[in-house]
């Protein structure tokens, strides 16, 4: 029998930034069950331009992705808010296009988020692996709001033997990344990231994870600014037991 | 010239083609107001309702207390006035004007409007809500609005019969009551607790311009006073 | 009022800098979002009723046209007059009219963010009338001539210290060495101060919660009781109000307060709910002889049928301020104009033109907070990302960043040079950064690196790395590396 094929679009933060994420998702598919393959025309989604109102130039990066992704029988992006880009937006863009709006909103059924994904696939409720750690989970706005991650990730990470989950109270609100937001509006933007870095503080754990890399980035960012030891990771790294690679914003070895 | 009416209502019909669509749903609305979703809360059988009604009126800091009936209403307001230290005076709305307050006579008891020297004002509720604990009163003649509001003291008197479960009922009441001609007074008041503020730094403080303090005397018995 | 709105940057600088600001925020954001959700919780029925809200305002909104005449003809049938004002000017000058033909010295004034919207305060004083705010938050901002920095809770941003301050320059006359120094006595001092401007006021000006089409009421919320005594005091009562206030009955009322209080500051029911309906009747002994209600469109009738549709079902409860990062992270003054947050970040640029406010719909992280609280479910980041789209199309966007976004979207669509060109830039970047694993400084990147440090990357592109060894091996090598 042949496995079925998931098209891993990596998103362009993690391609460019942090490798080991990706490996870490394709890894997990790949134990799920699945053929995981990699389309090398994929670039962006086009977040950045349909946030700026440019949306001429959004569509014709999404039916770039749509064609390259579309022949997969599920897409996978370790991220919510690209994941909630193709699911929830792509199909939006094409109001005035029947043809390509048909293989957006095909293409965004079989689109799923990692967590999302990895919860409904991989059906197994053994301990994974172990990971002696205290963590703090911060949800991401697109990811909880656009496609409804919340428990997802949770449950995945309950498998993981030693790992303890201390919710923040703010754990549901934005880190003020915000994607170019945070360049436009730095200021802002780190008042915001401050108070989310407040709320990791309160609960002392010595992990942030979180599903969006442009998040972690941006926490990890304000963190290693302080001079905080605590450090920060894709959920997808310690689901797949990556302790090789160091955390974001940490030197090699 | 186009007067702003005529304008502003011929831009909406355009906007809404309101050549090609008549206003159907709009009329039948307003015909058969139908009710929305009604909390469950509310619904209980009138002694649920009746507790209900107390206790979400003290969550927002009124004073509730039950009194057999009206025979027993001057010696409550005597006894409330004296338990917070007040004068006893107080005037009264003229729905309670049937009131024998003979048997305190301590108590200044005066018609009329408020007039910003009172103290503590006694008019009575046409109905109440259990769902919040809240009071509906109706200007008229009889229960003059600014009682409800000018003396930082306002005690309120209802039938444990006129306490519904939900806003709804108190409407169906009125407009019932009204057999069918104009049902809306001048004002209708719904009063949850006490007059509050909390626009210096979030500090809840009672008795902003309204009411520092709210008393609801609820008469047991149906017959009025 | 005038607005600062092009100098949002500097207006948000400022706001960032000012600690008790900050300090009075971070008080906002601990409190009315929770107390939202305490009382969600007690009501089981709370979305859905969220939901019959939105609903009611739909059908209001297919049927505008229908619900204002007749609640203009309920108006008229109770003794009341509605009067139609096509702009912010006209709407002053009715207000105008009516209190120089009531010969008005003082109007007593219950907080209205239309009041707000048309600046009618000023107007007023040109006219030799004196406005007097009776909602102790509007109070306070009025005396410091300030616009209010929250729809709701229009002090919000002052600590007791600067009231305090107020009342000692505004109260001359009273004895400069009382206490002032708790809420409690600030309170009776506002309180006694008012209650003679109550009691002596020629006319009274409110806002409007709701319109009801069944009665030709309006309603009005509050939890002072200010607004109580503003209508029922003077011989003359005026009601300013939006046009798409309305609602049908009293019934679809009651729906929507169900969720009104609740999302705005978690109350079960606000302390006052009142319906006006008409002036007072034979034999009622208060009440007013007069009642105007002044109906504003300023630009909303040219909304229906627009990406800003469903804005007109905006309530006015705050939620989306409440619960906004960058509202509580600079407050309403920010903004520069008369709304703020969300609800304003799409409202304003309608009402005072895209090139005054283009900042605004710009300045959100778009986390969607906002419409997972708003009562009427209004699909705010959906709105804020129309705006965007037409400050792009209409080039009012930055011409550096449309450059730089451009030229991005250009690389994006060519899938082979984009490898090349981001394989060099990362490993570039990577080498630079990896013995650190982090850049504290990065020219063209100080939006970013002013308060945090930058992740490095790690080198090569995930797309290169698998590519590079076949996939069966890429993935035992990572497994080899794992165990290792």
């Not at chain 1, 042949?2 to 990706?22: E, H, I, K, N, Y």
């Not at chain 1, 600014?225 to 690679?245: F, I, K, N, S």
């Not at chain 3, 005072?352 to 997972?372: F, K, V, Y």
């Amino acid at each position: 029998m042949t496995q079925p094929s998931v098209g891993l679009f990596v998103t362009c933060l993690v391609d460019l930034m942090r490798p080991a994420t990706g490996f870490a998702a394709a890894e997990l598919i790949e134990a799920a069950g699945f053929r995981v393959e990699v389309p090398a025309a994929q670039t962006c989604c086009g977040q950045p331009a349909y946030n700026s109102g440019n949306t001429e130039d959004t569509r014709a990066i999404a039916k770039q992705v749509i064609a390259a992704f579309e022949g997969f029988d599920y897409v996978v992006v370790p991220s919510g808010s690209c994941g909630g880009t193709l699911r929830k937006h792509y199909p939006e863009l094409f109001a005035a296009d029947a043809a390509w709006q048909a293989r957006a909103e095909s293409l965004a059924d079989k689109t799923f988020e990692l967590t999302q994904f990895l919860q409904e696939h991989a059906k197994s409720n053994e301990k994974l692996l172990a990971w002696e750690v205290a963590a703090t989970y911060h949800d991401s706005c697109s990811g909880l709001r656009e496609l409804g991650i919340k428990g997802q990730p949770r449950e995945l990470l309950s498998k993981v033997d030693g790992l303890s989950l201390i919710e923040g109270q703010e754990a549901e609100t934005c880190c003020g990344f915000g994607g170019l937001f945070c360049v436009k509006y730095g200021d802002i933007s780190e008042e915001i990231v401050s108070a989310k870095v407040a709320d990791i503080d309160k609960t002392g754990a010595d992990l942030v994870l979180g599903g969006d890399l442009g998040c972690l980035m941006n926490i990890a960012g304000r963190l290693k600014r302080l001079g905080r030891p605590t450090e920060v990771r894709h959920v997808a790294e310690v689901l797949a037991g990556m302790r090789d690679a160091p955390a974001i914003g940490e030197p090699d070895g | 010239m186009t007067l702003p009416r005529d304008q502003i209502l011929g831009r909406l019909k355009s906007a809404l083609d309101r050549e090609n669509r008549p206003p159907e749903a709009a009329r039948a609305r307003l015909r058969d107001r139908p009710a929305g979703l009604i909390p469950e809360r509310g619904q209980g059988a009138p002694a649920d309702r009746l507790a209900l009604f107390a206790a979400e009126a003290e969550r927002v800091e009124a004073t509730v207390a039950r009194i057999p009936g009206p025979a027993a209403l001057p010696r409550e307001v005597a006894r409330y006035l004296a338990e917070t230290n007040q004068p006893p005076a107080l005037r009264a709305a003229q729905s309670l004007a049937d009131v024998d307050w003979s048997s305190q006579p301590m108590l200044k008891v005066t018609g009329g409007t408020a007039d910003g020297a009172d103290n503590c004002s006694i008019s009575r509720a046409f109905g109440g809500v259990a769902e919040t604990g809240t009071l509906v009163f109706l200007s008229g003649p009889d229960n003059p609005t600014t009682l409800n509001f000018v003396p930082p003291t306002h005690i309120a008197v209802i039938r444990a019969a006129d306490i519904a479960g939900d806003y709804e009922a108190v409407w169906a009441r009125l407009r019932a009551e009204a057999g069918g001609g104009a049902y809306m007074p001048r004002t209708v008041n719904w009063v949850t607790g006490p007059s509050r503020t909390a626009d210096i730094e979030q500090t809840l403080l009672l008795g902003a311009h309204g009411p520092q303090r709210l008393h609801i005397v609820i008469l047991d018995d149906d017959a009025t006073p | 009022m005038d607005s600062t709105t092009r100098q949002f940057k500097d207006n948000a600088r400022g706001a960032l800098d000012d600690a008790q600001l900050q300090n009075a925020l971070d008080k906002l954001g601990r409190g009315f979002p929770l107390k939202r959700l305490e009382a969600a919780a007690r009501l089981p029925e709370f979305e859905r009723l969220r939901d019959q809200a939105r609903e009611i305002k739909n059908h209001v909104l297919d049927n505008l046209d229908f619900y204002l005449e007749a609640f203009e003809a309920k108006v008229e049938a109770a003794g009341g007059q509605v009067h139609w004002c096509a702009d912010a000017d006209a709407a002053r000058r009715t207000i105008g009219e009516i209190c120089k033909a009531a010969g008005a010295k003082t109007v007593t004034k219950s907080k209205s963010m239309i009041g707000e919207e048309i600046a009618i305060n000023d107007y007023l004083e040109n006219e030799g009338i004196e406005p007097i705010e009776t909602d102790l938050g509007e109070y306070i901002i009025q005396l410091r001539r300030e616009p209010p920095s929250h729809i709701i809770a229009p002090a919000i941003h002052l600590s007791m210290g600067q009231v305090e301050e107020t009342f000692r320059e505004s109260h001359a006359d009273l004895d400069p060495d009382r206490a002032l120094d708790e809420p409690r006595k600030l309170l009776e001092e506002a309180r006694t101060r008012l209650r003679d401007r109550f009691l002596g006021a020629d006319v009274g000006l409110t806002g409007a919660n709701m319109l009801i089409a069944e009665t030709g009421s309006n309603v009005l919320v509050t939890n002072e009781g200010n607004a109580d005594l503003t209508y029922s005091l003077p011989r003359v009562h005026i009601v300013i109000a939006s046009l798409e206030k309305i609602v049908p009955t009293l019934e679809d009322a009651s729906t929507i307060l169900r969720v009104l209080a609740r999302s705005a500051t978690g109350q079960e029911m606000s302390v006052y709910t009142t319906f006006c309906t008409g002036v007072r009747r034979p034999g009622d002994l208060d009440g007013p002889e007069e009642y105007h209600v002044v109906l504003l469109d300023n630009g909303r009738s040219k909304l229906l049928g627009t990406e800003s549709h469903e804005m007109l079902r905006c309530i006015r409860c705050g939620a989306c301020l409440n619960h906004c990062p960058v509202y509580r992270s600079v407050g309403g003054h920010a903004y520069g104009w008369v709304y703020s947050g969300p609800m304003g970040a799409v409202l304003i640029p309608g009402l005072i033109g895209m090139d005054e406010a283009a900042h605004l719909p710009n300045a959100s992280t778009l986390c969607g907070r906002c419409e997972q609280v708003c009562p009427m479910r209004i699909p705010l980041p959906r709105m804020l990302r129309a705006w965007r789209h037409k400050l792009y199309e209409s080039r009012r966007t930055g011409a550096l960043g449309r450059w730089a976004l451009e030229g991005w979207a250009w690389l994006a669509r060519r899938p082979r040079l984009y490898r090349l060109i981001m394989g060099l830039g990362v490993a570039g970047l990577g080498m630079l950064g990896r013995r650190r694993g982090r850049f504290r400084r990065l020219p063209l990147a100080g939006g970013w690196t002013g308060g945090r440090d930058l992740p490095a990357p790690e080198g090569d592109t995930f797309i290169q790395q698998w590519h590079k060894g076949a996939r069966g091996d890429a993935s035992g090598e990572r497994l080899r590396r794992r165990g290792r």
